[in-house]
């Protein structure tokens, strides 16, 4: 009996013996596999959000992050390193540096969105030590991200499942809040609030920065000859145009500047309001129409999500 309870003892020592050794062991997980969105729109894309879905994730050394667009006609990047201005030019981001394997140094995908020589995805091995990094997008000043990598003996806040759940919750909430700026953009163009409450105002999307409007507002209006119409972008981090007539080859680079007269327009020639947008200092576009009919006109950035609109003009 005696020999037993040694022969126990000795065992049960070795035992706590093994496991407090493997206890402080650095973890030896293999590597996973995480997953960022970029953007999100609704079904009719009328509303975007403008952000990563998650923005802020947790990994190990050595694991794989695939960033994939959730709206292909919009392009986004995914860029480390860059300055921490509100604007940056986005063509500084159109192609990629710094490769596929994350150091720490700066890094950039690229354009990726339908049509772009670079895909709709990118996936990143993250190879930085421990610590916080940030990341951003390159087209869009306020979408924003953080990276934290955990030392390898520590485990992760969150698996790849949870953070899912978590960006669909923050894309409702997006989506959600775009609906609002567009009843907004609506209202203030009928009220004329930004011509001081007269004139005929339409107004251009809408956004904050995160949810996003891709449409006109009215999107069908009716003015009298001689009437001067008034377009307003009120989103003041997403470009436009108010382009009437064939676009010109190389749109949409060639719609950056205005052509055509916009003080007597009979529809006869084409006709660009040029890009509206903060950084370029304009932000309205005044039509006088001269002739009956009817104009369509269209963003020449954002027509392929819906973004177009008609004008009848009546004696």
């Not at 013996?17 to 009719?44: F, K, M, Y």
């Not at 499942?161 to 009843?183: C, F, H, I, S």
């Amino acid at each position: 009996m005696r020999k037993q309870l040694v022969l126990l003892s000795v065992v049960a020592l070795a035992m706590l013996s093994i496991a407090t050794s493997a206890s402080a062991q650095p973890a030896t997980n293999s590597p996973s596999t995480w997953h960022v969105q970029l953007g999100v729109a609704s079904e009719d894309m009328a509303r975007m959000g403008m952000a990563f879905y998650p923005s802020d994730l947790a990994v190990h050394s050595g694991d794989v992050i695939v960033f994939t667009s959730g709206v292909p006609l919009e392009p986004h990047t995914v860029t480390f390193g860059a300055p921490n201005d509100l604007y940056l030019n986005p063509f500084d981001y159109f192609a990629p540096y710094g490769g596929t394997t994350f150091v720490g140094e700066p890094l950039n995908s690229g354009w990726l969105g339908d049509g772009l020589p670079f895909g709709t995805s990118f996936t990143l091995t993250i190879a930085a030590a421990p610590g916080t990094y940030s990341f951003r997008c390159g087209l869009h000043p306020l979408m924003r991200g953080t990276i934290a990598v955990v030392p390898a003996d520590q485990p992760l806040p969150s698996t790849d499942a949870q953070n899912q759940r978590r960006a669909l919750a923050q894309e409702t909430v997006d989506l959600a809040r775009a609906r609002v700026l567009a009843t907004q953009s609506a209202v203030a163009a009928k009220l004329a609030s930004d011509i001081g409450g007269t004139g005929i105002e339409v107004a251009i999307g809408g956004g904050d920065g995160t949810s996003t409007v891709m449409r006109f507002a009215p999107d069908s209006l009716a003015v009298h000859v001689g009437d001067k119409v008034t377009f307003v972008n009120r989103d003041a981090y997403t470009p436009h145009t108010v382009t009437f007539g064939e676009e010109p080859p190389g749109a949409p680079n060639s719609l950056i500047a205005p052509y055509g007269d916009p003080t007597n327009f009979d529809g006869t020639t084409p006709l660009n309001s040029g890009f509206l947008w903060v950084p370029f200092g304009v932000t309205m576009f005044q039509v006088t129409f001269t002739a009956p009919g009817t104009y369509n006109y269209i963003c020449g950035l954002h027509d392929v999500m819906g973004m177009t609109a008609s004008i009848t003009v009546v004696a």
